[in-house]
């Protein structure tokens, strides 16, 4: 198949707030557009910090929200047009996605195993309850983990890590060719977020499965992914492949989230101590804004 | 109010020791009991105006160990073992009334918490905050404290108008540091960080840990500072403690444990940091970690560690000092590395096998 796997042009939402008097217009994703093409599976990162839109466009891509205005077109065919369940399930067994926090996105008291044999029942022709086992046990081995080990088992029975990577599985038994994910390690351990991130890697590499990774995390990112778009408050303002912006970033709101990474090279003490034009501003106001910022980074 | 002990304090004494120190929850249900053995067996100090990091991930230990040395302990949570000493009080945590306790917290030991719309009462100014915290403690007249922290805000370059809002019109950053500014107003000798930049953002975090390295130098206070980010360690702590399944594993000068980690989970978890510019590829420690209910024998890390030996599966290795400032517990480390011989260790406890 030729042509764009995802094309987003021109995307926007904007929300109101308030209510009768003093009602206000807030955009939280202004003129977005970019498009991964259907030949070549990618991890493509939406870098942003809160507030800056990352999850309302991981919404709209994923249908669950309206854009107000622009279109998104996945494989051609225009998400604003789909209608009725039918639709909705042919899109969903193409596009899954992965939240945040495991133990948020599972009810606490639903097993685990039942998320995924009722994913099974769902997107694939397997009925029979060995057959969805089957199914269920085929996406765990992807992810490192088998039936075993979470057949009857409650969301709490199980660490972080491995919930997500249940949550990773899950999503991939319908087989997708693509996987929203948004800030999917943010809430797991240090130790176990390589693992994850890895993951990803070989779900691009094996299985061809184009992923959006939605995140703050500027190593992880120039870890894993290909091409990248940054985004302050609702726009994109730098976008390319991972490395070339991250290593030379030119917006100046790139270079000031580059600059704030934490680097694990030990300097001692003392590093932090140099009191930067950003934190002065950012205490002279009781609401700091990062929009006010720009005059003073370089 | 002046100090409560006489003990000079220099550059090396310790302002807190805990030794061999124990903190299991303790649960019947049904009549069977159950012990989570979330601490077991720490040995350390901490020395005057430093800060100290704990690193581990979810689940070792960390925030019981703070519950512990902060004396917060609620059932089923109990002290099993060992001593918490803090040099401004001269004596075991534990062993003082409650009274005394309670006169002690946010004057001398004060904490910096995580989530800091918890911390801030929703419905209060934040000069009415300020008083609920601080005001007993302080000892002086109402508009003289007034006064107080209006300087202590301007030390702190936060603004005066703060006082009047309420936490909801604070953004996160801005509500993280008058956590700050509180729990440094009375000027402690102890701060209990327990994740503080952990839900801000990236350029946020920077800049909070800047003001909290500031303003700890400024006042000379010493820091327990928990998190399990790696990179920020890197960028605060002066001296950093591994923990694993409720023990410490690792404990050393921060620059020493980065360039030369010893056990082989911190050097794990320093090897698998991502870095800007380094796509090499990162492995994963597999399995997971242990459950604290029924921890394995031996070493508790052993069952997923690349070096384990026939030893680790039944003894427990004690922290020993493998180098200058620098314990370890791990006995493939300690084959490796003789442990110098005319240096004595600083506590004949911290050599104690536990269990």
């Not at chain 2, 427990?316 to 200058?324: S, V």
Request: some cysteine; charged content about 25%; overall charge positive.
């Amino acid at each position: 198949m030729t042509g764009p796997l995802l094309q987003l042009e021109g995307v926007s939402k904007t929300y109101r707030r308030g209510g009768l008097f003093g009602r206000e217009e807030f955009r939280a994703v202004d003129n977005v557009s970019f498009r991964i093409e259907d030949n070549e599976p990618q991890v493509f990162t939406v870098i942003g910090e809160s507030g800056s839109g990352k999850t309302t466009l991981a919404r709209m891509i994923l249908n669950m929200v309206r854009p107000t205005a622009g279109t998104i077109f996945f494989k051609g065919q225009d998400l604003a047009s789909m209608r009725g369940a039918r639709a909705r399930r042919i899109f969903m067994k193409d596009v899954q996605p992965i939240f945040q926090n495991p133990f948020e996105a599972f009810n606490p008291l639903k097993r685990v195993d039942r998320y995924l044999l009722m994913t099974a029942k769902n997107f694939t022709p397997a009925r029979s309850s060995a057959q969805l086992e089957a199914a269920a046990d085929r996406a765990l081995k992807k992810v490192g983990l088998s039936i075993g080990e979470v057949r009857g088992r409650f969301p709490h029975e199980l660490s972080g890590g491995q919930l997500q990577r249940v949550a990773i599985a899950r999503a991939l038994i319908p087989g997708p060719s693509m996987i929203v994910a948004d800030e999917p390690v943010s809430m797991v351990d240090a130790s176990l977020r390589m693992s994850i991130v890895n993951l990803f890697r070989t779900l691009r590499d094996d299985l061809k499965v184009s992923i959006i990774y939605i995140t703050h995390d500027l190593a992880t990112a120039y870890y894993v992914s290909d091409r990248i778009i940054i985004m302050r408050k609702g726009e994109v303002v730098e976008s390319g492949s991972a490395r070339v912006v991250l290593e030379n970033p030119q917006h100046s709101y790139s270079q000031l989230l580059k600059s704030a990474v934490l680097s694990p090279d030990p300097h001692g003490r003392g590093v932090l101590t140099g009191d930067s034009a950003a934190s002065q501003q950012a205490r002279a106001s009781p609401h700091p804004q990062i929009d006010n910022l720009e005059p003073q980074v370089r | 109010m002046t100090q409560i002990s006489g003990s000079p304090l220099d550059e090396n004494s310790y302002v807190l020791e805990t030794r061999a120190l124990r903190a299991y929850y303790r649960m019947k249900y049904f009549g069977i009991d159950r012990e989570v053995r979330a601490v077991d067996g720490i040995s350390m100090h901490v020395r005057k105006n430093e800060i100290y990091g704990i690193a581990g991930e979810s689940s070792c230990g960390k925030t019981t160990f703070i519950k512990a040395i902060a004396a917060a302990i609620r059932p089923p949570l109990e002290i099993v073992a060992g001593h918490v000493n803090y040099n401004f009080i001269n004596n075991d945590l534990y062993a003082l009334p409650s009274k005394e306790r309670s006169a002690i917290r946010w004057r001398h030991l004060s904490y910096i918490l995580q989530g800091s719309m918890n911390v801030l009462n929703p419905v209060r100014r934040i000069h009415k905050t300020f008083e609920d915290f601080a005001f007993r403690h302080m000892h002086m007249g109402r508009s003289e404290f007034e006064q107080e922290v209006k300087r202590h805000l301007e030390r702190l370059r936060l603004p005066a108008e703060i006082l009047r809002a309420y936490p909801h019109e604070l953004s996160g950053g801005m509500r993280q540091r008058v956590c700050i500014a509180l729990a440094t107003l009375c000027k402690p000798e102890f701060i209990i960080a327990d994740e503080p930049t952990t839900a801000l953002d990236v350029v946020v975090q920077k800049d909070v840990l800047a003001m909290i390295r500031e303003t700890q130098s400024e006042f000379g206070s010493s820091m327990i500072f928990v998190t399990h980010d790696l990179a920020v360690h890197a960028n605060i702590t002066d001296r950093l403690g591994i923990m694993y399944a409720g023990r410490l594993v690792e404990e050393g000068r921060t620059a020493d444990v980065f360039s030369n980690p010893m056990h082989p989970y911190t050097a794990h978890l320093i090897a698998s940091l991502p870095r800007i510019g380094d796509i090499h590829p990162r492995n994963a420690l597999t399995g997971s970690p242990p459950s604290l209910a029924d921890p394995p024998k031996g070493c508790r890390f052993h069952p997923r560690c690349p070096l384990a030996m026939e030893i680790c599966r039944h003894e427990n290795p004690a922290l020993t000092t493998l180098a200058e400032d620098h314990r370890v517990a791990c006995f493939a480390a300690s084959a490796t590395v003789q442990p110098t011989s005319d240096e004595k260790p600083q506590h004949p406890e911290a050599l104690e096998t536990v269990r």
